[in-house]
């Protein structure tokens, strides 16, 4: 017997609905939305944006998924644990990321007002118009998709890596 064996975790909470059972039109234009909104961004950019995202707006579900994609596609565990102190901890990352990281905590949190034009401008020095239009699509999608899991309580802890690509 493992020390494992006798930790008895809180249990699990289910989720409130199954929206994308009710909801299936919705759900598959979600799932094309997305992948229209990835084209033509790195994939590990990618996915510290969907896990920038879902850390601000607290989405277990979505931090799950993404976590284990972005692994999945080279991340490093420490970037990822990083990612939340990323003010303090720029040095893990490329400027380029860390235009892209801000830009998404601008339009994540807009109850602090419209989307500063200092961030916007550092934004468009690494992205050109169209990539830029990418992780503007990127961010809003992964915003829309956190606003589903957390007000169903999707429950995490059972994606697999890849599973929805």
């Given amino acids: 017997m493992t020390a494992d064996e006798n930790v008895r975790y809180a249990p699990e909470e289910p989720a409130r ?5 009710h909801a299936p039109e ?4 979600m799932i094309r939305l997305d992948a229209a909104a990835r084209q033509g961004l790195d994939p590990k950019l990618y996915e510290l ?3 920038r995202s879902s850390q601000i707006n ?6 799950d998924m993404h976590t ?21 901890s720029k040095h893990f990352y490329t400027e380029k990321e860390l235009a892209a990281i801000e830009l ?3 339009i994540t949190v807009l109850t602090d007002g419209f989307v500063p034009d200092e961030v916007y401008a550092k934004a468009t020095k690494h992205f050109d118009e169209a990539e830029l239009a990418q992780l503007i ?3 809003t999608v992964i915003n829309a998709w956190n606003r589903f899991g957390v007000t169903t309580r999707m429950t995490p ?3 697999e890596a890849g599973q929805h690509k």
């Fill in 26 to 29: 919705v759900y598959k234009a």
């Fill in 58 to 63: 607290h989405c277990a579900f979505c931090l």
């Fill in 49 to 51: 944006v969907k896990i």
């Fill in 17 to 21: 609905l199954q929206w994308a059972k």
């Fill in 157 to 159: 802890g059972h994606y």
């Fill in 68 to 88: 284990k994609d972005a692994l999945a596609a080279g991340e490093t565990v420490e970037r990822i644990v990083q990612l939340s102190a990323w003010q303090e």
């Fill in 104 to 106: 998404t905590e601008a």
């Fill in 137 to 139: 699509a990127a961010i």
